[in-house]
């Protein structure tokens, strides 16, 4: 069974910067479409960005591309989000979650438990 764990939220001016990290408890992830959702209250799940080491893939949502970076460590089997240029409207909670045997993130197979990511003044 695949473990996610993730770090790395807070709270954060406009305009400022947060790394997230998510750690996997495999020994590849070779195979595996990995990436990052968020949700804020009151609205519907959003996939942020897609990678697969295998395929040599990555995807963005419209809304964050050109400011978030999605990147992968496959000695450590972490996979990282790099948020530049937060806005206010980023603000959520974000989950890493990843689904075997795909290039895709769909959001199948496994999830982490959530970090908040806040952008206020």
């Known amino acids: 069974q695949l473990q996610l764990v993730e770090a790395g939220g807070g709270l954060v001016q406009p305009g400022g910067s947060l790394r997230l990290s998510c750690a996997a408890s495999v020994s590849t992830l070779d195979y595996y479409g990995i990436g990052w959702f968020r949700q804020a209250p009151g609205k519907e799940r959003e996939r942020v960005a897609c990678i697969s080491s295998t395929f040599g893939t990555t995807n963005y949502a419209d809304s964050v591309k050109g400011r978030f970076t999605i990147s992968i460590n496959n000695a450590k089997n972490t996979v990282y989000l790099q948020m530049d240029s937060l806005k206010p409207e980023d603000t959520a909670v974000y989950y890493c979650?990843?689904?075997?045997?795909?290039?895709?993130?769909?959001?199948?197979?496994?999830w982490g438990q959530g970090t908040q990511v806040t952008v206020s003044s």
């Open positions: 979650a990843a689904d075997h045997g795909t290039a895709w993130c769909w959001g199948r197979d496994y």
